[in-house]
T-cell receptor, first 110, second 112 residues
Framework: AQSVSQHNHHVILSEAASLELGCNYS??????LFWYVQYPGQHLQLLLK??????LVKGIKGFEAEFIKSKFSFNLRKPSVQWSDTAEYFC????????FGAGTRLTVKP | SQTIHQWPATLVQPVGSPLSLECTVE??????LYWYRQAAGRGLQLLFY??????ISSEVPQNLSASRPQDRQFILSSKKLLLSDSGFYLC???????????FGPGTRLTVL
């Protein structure tokens, strides 16, 4: 069965720091990859997605993610975080069924 | 555009009481629908999914059940709640050929 691992449970950064959240999955076939974000008190919403083509995908609010097939990874990045990026981030992989990682809580200090 | 509703937003129930959480989707037809439970530090656990009216698949055996009486309605139920049923329940629908999922606002259930 496919599984999704997010390496960091809680990340604390200062504003303007760079962000990279790790996501690895175990599945041998073709997958669709997603990052979702849940801001405090808000819906879980889609941040970005990868289906095919350029492995570097750009999402909303300056986020991007790179799919590295050989590493089964889909890490999320942002060059300079803002206080408003404080949220919980979930990686998800769909290779027939959607599976979510445990989530990474990001706290950005002003 | 499509929207997804869940109610109630919060619920406090005693152990042993029944449960009914409702999810409805607007703006789409014949969606795949999902129930998840979100626990702190454990991500989203898929509970049930449905590909059509009356069609329910269960991912995890437990104290809960689901039903889909109408195309855009998905209900999560229990006959007798347990303390361990406390959590945040999310409904989602799936769009397009790439299995993107869109989530409702969730229901916070506390069983006392």
């Amino acid at each position: 069965a496919q599984s999704v691992s997010q390496h960091n449970h809680h990340v604390i950064l200062s504003e303007a720091a760079s962000l990279e959240l790790g996501c690895n999955y175990s599945y041998g076939g073709t997958v669709n990859l997603f990052w979702y974000v849940q801001y405090p008190g808000q819906h879980l919403q889609l941040l970005l997605k990868y289906f095919s083509g350029d492995p570097l995908v750009k999402g909303i609010k300056g986020f991007e993610a790179e799919f590295i097939k050989s590493k089964f990874s889909f890490n999320l990045r942002k060059p300079s975080v803002q206080w408003s990026d404080t949220a919980e981030y979930f990686c998800a992989v769909n290779g027939g069924d959607m599976r979510f990682g445990a989530g990474t809580r990001l706290t950005v200090k002003p | 555009s499509q929207t997804i509703h869940q109610w109630p937003a919060t619920l406090v129930q005693p152990v042993g009481s029944p449960l009914s959480l409702e999810c409805t989707v607007e703006g789409t037809s014949n969606p795949n629908l999902y129930w998840y439970r979100q626990a702190a530090g454990r991500g989203l656990q898929l509970l049930f999914y449905s590909v059509g009216i009356g069609q329910i698949s269960s991912e995890v055996p437990q104290n809960l059940s689901a039903s889909r009486p109408q195309d855009r309605q998905f209900i999560l139920s229990s006959k007798k709640l347990l303390l361990s049923d406390s959590g945040f329940y999310l409904c989602a629908w799936e769009a397009g050929a790439y299995n993107e999922q869109f989530f409702g606002p969730g229901t916070r259930l506390t069983v006392l």
